[in-house]
Each structure stands twice: as structure tokens, then as C-alpha cells.
């Protein structure tokens, strides 16, 4: 089997920075973990607040902190520095090769998508974000690593694009027809599907920060070779 | 201008865990760093190491703190962790975009190439590895952001591929071709072929760890959407 994992972002129209913060880290007992936050507002305070919760727990799982508490950890932390007036989303997404499973971890109004095979489904039950109570806890979602296993999570503003003119993004039957044509299909091509049809609904000016990421286990067996790229636009 | 940065990174033969790390973070003030460590010896204890200093680098560049302080951070916390006993190589690139710099950090041996146009050059001064002594000083080079300018940074499973029957790999002369080649080759390709060489070089069995680290600052001015790709290969 293999991992594949792909992340596309993009800022808010005419905001220089980001709100959303999405960081990869690999865990200390093999496999890696992606955090995906968004801090309330946007540009530079909403970036240093989702910037603080994925430092945090990235920190954590580093040193062989389970998802669950990482998240726990997390929101104690942004309610303790912000005074419970800031709130934050937090998805956490693992690949556990301690107990072959992939571990998905919300704190996060918003649905995550999981496919296997020809099927597709919303872990949308409800939850909160972090940061304005004691004792927010996250929900957890825990499956066996298998091949055509796809998960698929992102900020607001995917959900958003279109609403100044009435529209939206119809991601479930997207992500349908995507599995249908192809078994395993790329996940960055996905991402960057799903980004810039959000973004032509906003006109090319998207009306929040958007980030999506996408997560499949594939039958794949290529060489041993672990590979990441970065592709980050300059202004 | 955007910046492509490429990982590849494969295991010692018969050894489940590789002891390099290689992580990549966001920078608080704007920019990437990607941050590699060779743990001494092979195998868990070695990973140990390097990932204890990987996560203690990106944790304090994640807090703004400036690559030399992080590096130097690092190697007191090794050495007072392990009493000295043991190394680690470390090199961090960061793209600064709050000084529009890149900025290389050694504590490594070994080389880092830096490729602008059509002139390669070997930033190779003398300098030590982490964790052995007090006061064990980096060196740091940096210089402007500008389209061309291509930095590789790899550990000595590069080096020593070929060792065992004489033979090795010429790194800089590969380099330069690619680059006579193409302006601005794709760095996945040319981190994938310098790691195929080398395991050839080995038989497919490759006499340590290898990772190499490629990133590329282009004049491609594309869409503005940030882009991160994984591929984890499970046993």
C-alpha cells in the first residue's frame, strides 16, 4: 500500500496572508499526521491564531501524543490565551502505521468526507470548534488502512464559494463522480479540482481563505521512496 | 517567483526506519524552512536523534526564532540530552520572505550545492556536526531570492552510495548537467534520479539511509494556490 497526501490553499481575494493553516508531521511511531486549523476572521490575527493551534499540536503528536488529546491540549490552550473570545477549527488526520488505521480527529462544524470504494460518506456529526469553552472535545473516527480508502477535508470557505451570487459547491456529488471515473484518482488533481471550481464561483476572487486536503491509501506498490513537494507562489 | 521544493528519502537496506529526518514548517513571519538531521549510527536509535532535533528546530522556527539561534538551540539541547555522546548532522533552508533571502544552515560535513544559472558552486566550509560539544556554532549562508537559483542539501547516504565496490557518485557533475539541460529542471525529477543512481550504485540495497532535498526558487508566476504533496510507501 502507499499513502498519498495532498494539500491546496489558497488566501482570501486581498488579504496578503492566509487564515487557514494546514502542516504535515510525520509520528514518532511511524506514519504522519496533517493539521488543518482556521482561526476566526481572516489575514494576520486569524493566521496567528490557527498558526498557534497547529504549532501546538504538531508539537504534541511529535512527541507521541495521541490525536485525541493533542486536540484536547489544543483548545485548553487557545481558551486559556485568548480568554475563551477566540475560536479556531482543528482537524487532525493520522496515518497510524502502530495500528494500521487512519485516525481522523474534528473540531470542526464542517462535514469530512470519507470514500471507500464505491461508496462516499459525511463524518458529520455535530461538534465544536476550540477555544471558547473548558472541556471541548473533539470527535474521533478510527478505520483499518485499506486500499481506495480517500478522505477529504477542508476550511469554510470551500462551503462559501459562490454565496455572494447564490451558489455553491456541490462537494459530495464532485467527489462521486470523481470515484466513479477513476478508482484511484490523483489527489492533488482532486484538491486542485474542487479549489478552482470553488475559486470561479468567487470570480477568481475568493471571499475567504480556502484549504483543501486529501488523503487516499492506494494498492500502489512502487519503490521504497518517500517523497514530499512544495509549491509555494511569491507575490 | 515561486518556490519548488522536492523531497525524496529512502532507508538502509533491512532497516524499517530510516535515521534522517526531514521536516518542512511554515514560517510565522512568511516562507518556508525544510529542516534534515542524520542521527548517528543507523535504525531506531539514530531516527531518536534526528527526530529530537528536527522537532526542536521546527519548533523554534515556528515561534520566529532565527535559524542560527535554532540550530545552536538544537545542539545544546542534543548535548545535554545525550551528554555529548552523540552526533547529528543538521542543515536547515529557509525561504525568508520577511528579508526576501534564502538562508542556509550547516552543521554538516558535507556540502550544499547552490546552482544560480549556469554556475554551480559547493558551499563546503569546515563545520561539525551537533551534540558532541558546548558552544558548536553553525555556518550560514544567505543570499537573495532570485529566479534560477537552485540549493541541494542531502545526507551521506548519497556519499557513501557505490563505497562498497569502489565506485561513487559525482554529484556536482550530475548537477550540472541537469542544469545545462534545462534552465529550471522539475526538482522531484532531480532529487528522484540522484536517489535512483545512488541506490543503483548500491544494488538496490543501500548501505545507509538516504534523503535528499531539493528546492528551486523559478519565475513561474502560476495561480496563487499553495500546493503540498506526501507519497508514503507502507511496507
Known sequence: MEILLAVAKTNKYATSESGDSVEVVERPNGGISVVMADGQSSGKG?????????????????EGVRDGAAARAASDYL????????????????IDLQTATM????????????????EICAFDDECSPIGLYRDTRPLINEMPLEPG?????????LVHAGSRSGENLDIKTFL??????????????????????????????????IS????????HKGDSVRRMTVQLPLN
Open 176 to 209: 462521486e463522480s470523481q470515484i466513479e471515473e477513476q478508482e484511484e484518482a490523483d489527489p492533488q488533481k482532486i484538491a486542485d479540482h474542487l479549489l478552482s471550481d470553488a475559486m470561479q464561483l468567487d470570480h477568481g476572487r475568493p471571499v475567504d481563505d
Open 79 to 94: 481558551f486559556t490565551e485568548r480568554k475563551g473570545k477566540v475560536s479556531s477549527t482543528l482537524n487532525i488526520v493520522s
Open 103 to 118: 485516525v481522523i480527529t474534528r473540531n470542526n462544524p464542517l462535514p469530512v468526507f470519507i470514500a471507500s470504494n464505491e
Open 46 to 62: 486569524a493566521k496567528q491564531i490557527s498558526s498557534l493551534v497547529v504549532r501546538k499540536v504538531i508539537s504534541l503528536l511529535s
Open 149 to 157: 480508502l480517500t478522505v477529504v477535508l477542508f476550511t469554510d470557505g
Open 212 to 219: 483543501v486536503v486529501i488523503i487516499q491509501v492506494t494498492s
